[in-house]
């Protein structure tokens, strides 16, 4: 093609026939350009194509990894609600009239559970291969600021849960090492330094230290409940939002 073109040219130039060259010159300029602009096209069109398959397979793992985050929310806020129905009854018990030292002993040495599920952490494998890639560019506006504002949302959650469970860890172990509660984790779990142990407490000390660590438990479950709760509502809007029902 390029040479019938060449000869084309060469046979006007032979003959003089200048106005029609310059024409024909024109002419094939403008046949380069038209080819540059459909090749640039048609790349342009595979790039947009392939961003549109590659965002495809991104949500599809996005969706997948917070389709299990929720699952996993349910979960806890249903284990939380079921641990502060114990705790209630349990308050019930300490707070009657006829409660005395003898029942918060029982208690703590039988019934209370002073151990709990902690928060497992977010599935962020989808969020994190996209951010090492930098491929944010092929989603929309609206869908980088929604799971980017998301993920800030975990954050902030994540960071008061954290702090919930350090107040009441740090409460727990306070009061375990001195009133040891589940007899699988101590040491002098029966016997005759049990006994001692709790025959000589301080008994103003003692109610203090459980009614530290109780409390503290309970702080927990309803913080992280209600920040558990938060998290379920906007990833259910998120995938309402960005995905088919």
């Known amino acids: 093609m390029i040479k019938f073109f060449k ?3 060469q046979r006007m130039i032979k003959e003089n026939r200048f106005s029609r060259y310059m024409l024909y010159a024109i002419g094939e300029i403008v046949l380069v350009v038209i080819g540059i602009m459909i090749a640039l096209q048609v ?13 495809v397979d991104y949500k599809i793992m996005v969706k997948s990894d917070l389709q299990r985050d929720t699952a996993f ?16 009854r349990l308050k019930e018990r300490v707070t ?21 599920r902690t928060f497992q952490d977010f599935n962020l494998g989808a969020y994190n291969t996209i951010d090492a890639a930098g491929d944010w560019s092929v989603f929309t506006k609206a869908f980088t600021q929604d799971i980017t504002a998301l993920r800030v949302l975990q954050t902030e959650a994540k960071k008061q849960i954290e702090l919930q469970f350090a107040i009441y860890a740090s409460s727990l172990n306070d009061h375990g090492k001195n009133y040891p509660g589940d007899k699988s984790f101590i040491m002098i779990s029966n016997g005759p ?3 001692y142990l709790w025959s000589h407490l301080n008994k103003t000390e003692y109610v203090k230290s459980f009614n530290g660590a109780a409390t503290s438990r309970a702080t ?7 920040e558990t709760q938060r998290l379920l ?10 995905f088919e029902k």
């Not at 929310?73 to 114990?86: C, F, G, L, P």
Request: aromatic letters at 16%; a negative charge; zero cysteines.
């Open 43 to 55: 790349n342009n069109l595979n790039e947009q194509n392939k961003a549109e398959r590659l965002a």
């Open 193 to 195: 330094l049990n006994e």
């Open 233 to 242: 509502n906007n990833t259910d809007d998120f995938l309402l939002t960005h």
């Open 220 to 226: 927990y479950f309803r913080t992280t409940i209600a």
């Open 73 to 88: 929310y349910k979960d806890y806020i249903r284990y939380m609600e079921e641990e502060m129905v114990k705790w209630n």
């Open 96 to 116: 009657s009239s006829n409660a005395n030292l003898d029942t918060l002993i029982y208690i703590n040495k039988n019934e209370f559970n002073f151990f709990l």
């Open 7 to 9: 000869r084309i040219r």
